[in-house]
C-alpha cells in the first residue's frame, strides 16, 4: 500500500475552512480552536432539509464533516492522518487520525466511518459526533 495520505487529506482543511466562513462564522477562531463552529455547525445540521438529500448532498455533508473532526483531533489533541489497509475500503485503505490518548496509548479514529454512524439513519447533533471523536480518541472535552 503506497499511500500519501498528507496529500489526499490536503483538501479538508480548506474545505471546511470555507464551509465556515460561508456559514458566518468566526474563521480567525476556528483557526486557534475548531470546537468554536462546533455551534455554527450543529444550527447548520439542525436546518438542513436531510429529508430531501440526494447522494451528492450526503457525500458533501459527510466530507465537510469528516474535515471538522479531522481539524479537531489535528489541531486540539495532536493527531496525524494516517492510511490503514482496508480490503473492504473502495480504495484498498481507509484515512484515519492516529491520537495519542491522555492514558498514553496511541489510537486511531476513522473520521469517515463515524461520521457515517452518525449521520444514517437521521443526522445527530454536532456536539454528539464530537464527543465520541474525542473520547474514540482517548481524551475527554
Keep these: 500500500?503506497?499511500?500519501?495520505?498528507?496529500e489526499w487529506a490536503r483538501g479538508a482543511r480548506p474545505a471546511i475552512h470555507d464551509m465556515i466562513g460561508r456559514l458566518g462564522?468566526?474563521?480567525e477562531a476556528f483557526d486557534r480552536d475548531p470546537l468554536t463552529a462546533v455551534?455554527?455547525?450543529?444550527?447548520?445540521?439542525?436546518?438542513?432539509?436531510w429529508q430531501e438529500f440526494e447522494e451528492d448532498d450526503w457525500?458533501?455533508?459527510?466530507?465537510q464533516l469528516t474535515?471538522?473532526?479531522?481539524?479537531?483531533?489535528?489541531?486540539r489533541y495532536g493527531g496525524v492522518w494516517k492510511a490503514v489497509s482496508d480490503t473492504s475500503a473502495p480504495r484498498g485503505w481507509m484515512p484515519v487520525i492516529e491520537v495519542l490518548g491522555s492514558?498514553?496509548?496511541?489510537?486511531?479514529?476513522?473520521?469517515?466511518?463515524?461520521?457515517?454512524?452518525?449521520?444514517?439513519p437521521v443526522p445527530?447533533?454536532?456536539?454528539?459526533l464530537i464527543e465520541r471523536a474525542v473520547t474514540l480518541a482517548g481524551h475527554r472535552l
Design 1 to 6: 500500500m503506497d499511500v500519501d495520505i498528507e
Design 25 to 27: 462564522g468566526d474563521v
Design 39 to 49: 455551534p455554527l455547525l450543529d444550527d447548520f445540521v439542525l436546518r438542513i432539509p
Design 59 to 63: 457525500v458533501w455533508l459527510s466530507a
Design 67 to 75: 474535515a471538522f473532526i479531522a481539524e479537531v483531533l489535528v489541531q
Design 103 to 120: 492514558d498514553q496509548i496511541p489510537r486511531q479514529v476513522a473520521p469517515t466511518a463515524l461520521v457515517h454512524e452518525e449521520l444514517h
Design 124 to 128: 445527530q447533533r454536532i456536539p454528539r
